[in-house]
């Protein structure tokens, strides 16, 4: 069974920056894709970023240029660097394997923009 732990959350001012990471059991990780989604309270959750194994990456159109998303294969490992966050950005964030049978979650790590 494949775990997820997100860590790098916390509250910043609107302007500056966050780096996330998602770290996932065993080596699963580098044979699937892997994603960052966000959750804010009363909103559909949304994803941020994809990232296949073997490089591909998306984004949402919201984060374009702001957001890098990036993956450690040797150590199971998804990053998310967030720069220039909004109060918009403000959400939990969650970390994401997608395999052809199921979708693992992580517990998420919130992420607060507020001045």
């Known amino acids: 069974q494949v775990q997820l732990v997100e860590s790098g959350g916390g509250m910043v001012q609107p302007g500056g920056s966050l780096r996330l990471s998602c770290t996932a059991s065993?080596?699963?990780?580098?044979?699937?894709?892997m994603a960052w989604y966000r959750q804010a309270p009363g909103e559909q959750r949304e994803w941020v970023a994809i990232?296949?194994?073997?490089?591909?990456?998306t984004y949402t159109d919201s984060v374009k240029g702001r957001f890098t998303i990036s993956r450690d294969n040797a150590k199971n490992t998804v990053y998310l660097q967030m720069n220039s966050l909004k109060p918009e950005d403000t959400a939990v964030y969650l970390c994401?394997?997608?395999?052809?049978?199921?979708?693992?979650w992580g517990q998420g790590t919130q992420v607060t923009v507020s001045s």
């Open positions: 994401n394997l997608r395999t052809v049978s199921k979708s693992y």
């Open positions: 065993g080596s699963i990780a580098s044979i699937y894709p």
């Open positions: 990232s296949s194994s073997t490089g591909r990456i």
